[in-house]
């Protein structure tokens, strides 16, 4: 658990069109019809010669392999689009061996189908063939099984006979895309230069001429050589021995470290919208049992505030969070009628389901696409389908504006204090007037989790300390706290508080479980803990008189990037407000806390401790808050000489079992 027990991240199931975080992977054997074919390569393909790499570039490789040759060639056909990717490389080490000898790749067996145009080596100048003899394992790999995300994607996998150091690697393969949706929309974005020496990157898009492409440039200044004939246009985009650029940790979600261009063949959203649009109609019928207890809570509750809430909890708490986001289930949900008798749905059935809901309480609402964590760069990328990952609900009441995850569950708060997720922007499902939207965050006036410990030392010889703690959880952290505590074992969760404070004062016993209370609509959540230490463990290696108070604000949680080349800002994430309280009872002389001010204001993030006694107690109280949700690069080394300092002033030590009275 670490130090930091109680700074919990948002755990609020969500989920999305195709959410992927890593938790476990499960592995199913490919359904038949989901073999890679091998065939020969289209006459629209252009095959270019492999170009040689910059040896000034030769310490900067990575892993054993020096890349030659990234082209991805798209265009146009009916129905869909069709690519071909081609990468070539060359093995210097054995280390290179392990990696570059086989092949793998992902593809959606539902909108594609793949061909493997060629696998050569390259040796000494000769082309040995190894399609022929390529014998590719197809299988499923569900890396989200335990979050009850299933996207249906397949691996191909070929190990290459009779590899040899010194080698080039060169494959190719095509793609025929046929989208569930959107079939003449095309987006695609390229990197034009890697971490690691390539010797060049090729981009080639064949598109119809009455319909142009639009590109955004990001840190480059690479331009397409465009070439017209015909009824089509070819732009092609090139970049030789690129530069390396460093990787970078902690992100804004809006910073591509990587020179890139976006290809989109709209610059209107409303394009996007249009084609999800028929799929999200809030005037389908709703299940009659369903039905009647939206009927009860229009009944029970005047307020339209108060029938938002209501339905909200209805559709977080009685319908579960199941993602089939296969085929059709990527893109398009299912009727409220379905998820209603299946008791489950994912982000899209949940949204579709509760904007429906609360049209039949009068109140106006509709879907809206996001990303759970890039949506952020929902302001400034071109217009695709492919920037979104989850779909929430937009309800207006008079000229307040609500964003609600369908899919959270057990969220608190009323209308007045309810949390809205912080995704960034949305993109409304409407009709006629779709444009990107902020999501507003609501600023922080109190801490959402503060953490107070009370220890009362003995009063006589030979008697226990006493620690109680009592956690508040507020707002959002309040959301998670309540989520964690109905799915996972309360027994559970004790003990890992129990060891946490183990490691800090070594045999403190837990005095009974945890006491917990929950206001819903004020969005609190209180756990309250009770320990004792015995003498002799007090006693044991002058614990008593090396006493350590330590806050517990999340400081670690902090980013603490590599300073060395970079360029980029620090993303600090969601706001943070976090305070931390310890009280010393029962003592026998005053304490005080140091006498010059440690606290550490800046204008991304703000730490204070404050301090008070009386002749038989000492308090401590730590307080941490973002002020910004990113470090500028040119200040990133004062961030991280704040960090020191505010861990330098998180913990502090005294000798409690010092007496005045002895002393006098």
Known sequence: MGRARHFQAATTVVAGLSVLIVICTVCWPAMAGTNVHKGSLGSWIERVGLPKADPQFDSQIKNGISNLLSDYQIRKRSGGLEIFDRYA??????????????????????????????????????????????????????????????????????????????????????????????????????????????????????????????????????????????ETTTYLWQSANPIPVKSQQYLPPDFLVYPSIEISSTSKWQDIVDTVLPHYRLDQELPADFASKLDAIAAKYDAPEDRMIEAMRLVQDSIRYVSLSMGRGSYIPRSPTTVVASGFGDCKDKALLLASSLRRLGIHADVALTDIDEGLALATILPTISAFDHVIVKAVIGSQTYWIDATNYMQ???????????????????????????????????????????????????????????????????????????????????????????????????????????????????????????????????????????????????????????????????????????????????????????????????????????????????????????????????????????????AWTYNFAYSDAEAN
């Open 89 to 230: 490389y060359k093995i210097v080490d054995r280390t290179g061996l392990e990696r570059g000898a086989s092949i793998s790749f992902e593809f959606d067996p539902a909108t594609s189908d793949v061909t493997v145009n060629w696998i050569d080596i390259i040796r000494d100048g000769m082309v040995v063939q190894h399609l022929s003899d390529a014998d590719f394992d197809v299988f499923r790999r569900e890396k989200d099984a335990e979050k009850g995300l299933f996207d249906g994607w397949l691996t191909a996998y070929v190990n290459i006979n009779d590899v040899r150091v010194g080698d080039i690697v060169d494959y190719g393969k095509t793609t025929v895309r046929t989208p569930i949706i959107g079939t003449d929309l095309l987006f695609h974005s390229v990197a034009v230069a890697w971490d690691e020496p390539i010797a060049l990157i090729r981009e080639k898009v064949t598109w119809p001429t009455v319909q142009p492409l639009n590109f955004r440039q990001v840190r480059t200044d690479i331009r397409p050589d465009v070439q017209s004939s015909g």
């Open 412 to 650: 608190g708060g009323r209308a007045d204090n309810l949390v809205p997720p912080d995704y960034g922007f949305a993109l409304p499902v409407v009709a006629d007037t779709a444009e990107m939207e902020k999501i507003d965050r609501k600023e922080l006036y109190q801490p959402t989790i503060f953490v107070s410990e009370v220890f009362d030392f003995p009063k006589r010889k030979g008697e226990p300390l006493k620690l109680t703690v009592t956690t508040t959880y507020w707002g959002t952290d309040a959301d998670s706290m309540r989520y964690r505590l109905v799915s996972r074992s309360a027994t559970k969760i004790a003990d890992d508080y129990l060891k946490y404070y183990n490691r800090q004062y070594p045999g403190m016993k837990s005095l009974g479980p945890l006491v917990t209370s929950d206001s819903r609509d004020k969005n609190l959540v209180s756990v309250i803990e009770s320990y004792d230490l015995s003498a002799d463990d007090l006693d044991a290696d002058n614990l008593s008189e090396e006493f350590a108070l330590k806050s517990d604000v999340g400081i670690r949680y902090l980013p603490e990037p590599d300073l060395l080349e970079r360029s980029a800002p620090i993303w600090l994430g969601s706001p943070i407000f976090r305070r931390h309280r310890s009280t010393v009872r029962n003592l026998k002389a005053q304490f005080v806390g140091p006498e010059d001010n440690d606290d550490v204001i800046t204008p991304y993030v703000a730490f204070k401790a404050r301090w008070t006694s009386t002749p038989t107690e000492f308090q401590v109280d730590w307080f941490l808050k973002t002020i910004d949700d990113q470090v500028p690069a040119k200040n990133i080394g004062p961030y991280l000489k704040s960090l020191k300092k505010m861990s330098d002033n998180s």
